[in-house]
């Protein structure tokens, strides 16, 4: 069974400064170096219509797993995550991310809208985890969740302090 989370999150950088960050190679490299590097770029390219769309993934090798997915999974387990942010109208951006986990029952898939509220930008995002396996999948899904809340806000301020510095 799946779980869907619906969450929120506000930044001091406006919409129009965060999708000029995502359309740099530079910053998703730095991302992904400021947080583990674990995660490798595979793809990154840019539409006609401003689009950006980036595939990163993830090698989460027994040593970097929770432990409760090392006792599932013993054999190397990877996590690709396939993202699309598109500009839908003056201060919106549209998010569309998936992730699916190669080596394990795993997938996930979320929608983010970056609005402007009257100062900085505000995300909304509802994402759904399903993990198919029998007894646990519940706990992974959870725990995927509880991450992904944790994270966002923590990835939001990396990206409104490489705005500063790189702008």
Same mark, same amino acid.
């Given at each position: 069974?799946?779980?869907?989370?619906?969450?929120?999150?506000?930044?001091?950088?406006?919409?129009?400064?965060?999708?000029?960050?995502?359309?740099? @190679?530079?910053?998703?490299? !730095? $991302?992904? +170096?400021?947080?583990? &590097?674990? %995660?490798?770029?595979?793809?990154? =390219?840019?539409?006609?219509?401003?689009?950006?769309?980036?595939?990163?993934?993830?090698?989460?090798?027994?040593?970097?797993?929770?432990?409760?997915?090392?006792?599932?999974?013993?054999?190397?387990?990877?996590?690709?995550?396939?993202?699309?942010?598109?500009?839908?109208?003056?201060?919106?951006?549209?998010? @569309?991310?998936?992730?699916? !986990? $190669?080596? +394990?029952?795993?997938? &996930?898939? %979320?929608?983010?809208?970056?609005? =402007?509220?009257?100062?900085?930008?505000?995300?909304?995002?509802?994402?759904?985890?399903?993990?198919?396996?029998?007894?646990?999948?519940?706990?992974?899904?959870?725990?995927?969740?509880?991450?992904?809340?944790?994270?966002?806000?923590?990835?939001?301020?990396?990206?409104?302090?490489?705005?500063?510095?790189?702008?």
């Amino acid at each position: 069974m799946a779980r869907t989370f619906d969450f929120s999150v506000e930044s001091t950088v406006s919409v129009e400064e965060i999708h000029s960050a995502f359309a740099e @190679e530079d910053y998703w490299l !730095a $991302r992904l +170096a400021t947080f583990g &590097g674990i %995660g490798k770029l595979d793809s990154f =390219a840019i539409d006609t219509s401003g689009a950006v769309h980036v595939v990163i993934v993830q090698d989460l090798r027994n040593d970097l797993m929770p432990g409760l997915f090392a006792k599932l999974y013993p054999r190397d387990l990877a996590v690709v995550q396939d993202e699309t942010w598109s500009l839908v109208g003056s201060g919106l951006v549209r998010g @569309e991310v998936s992730t699916a !986990a $190669r080596g +394990a029952p795993g997938s &996930g898939s %979320g929608t983010v809208l970056l609005a =402007a509220p009257p100062s900085g930008s505000r995300l909304n995002c509802t994402a759904t985890a399903k993990v198919k396996v029998p007894l646990v999948g519940g706990k992974i899904e959870s725990l995927v969740g509880r991450q992904m809340v944790e994270e966002t806000p923590v990835m939001l301020r990396f990206t409104a302090q490489w705005i500063m510095e790189n702008a």
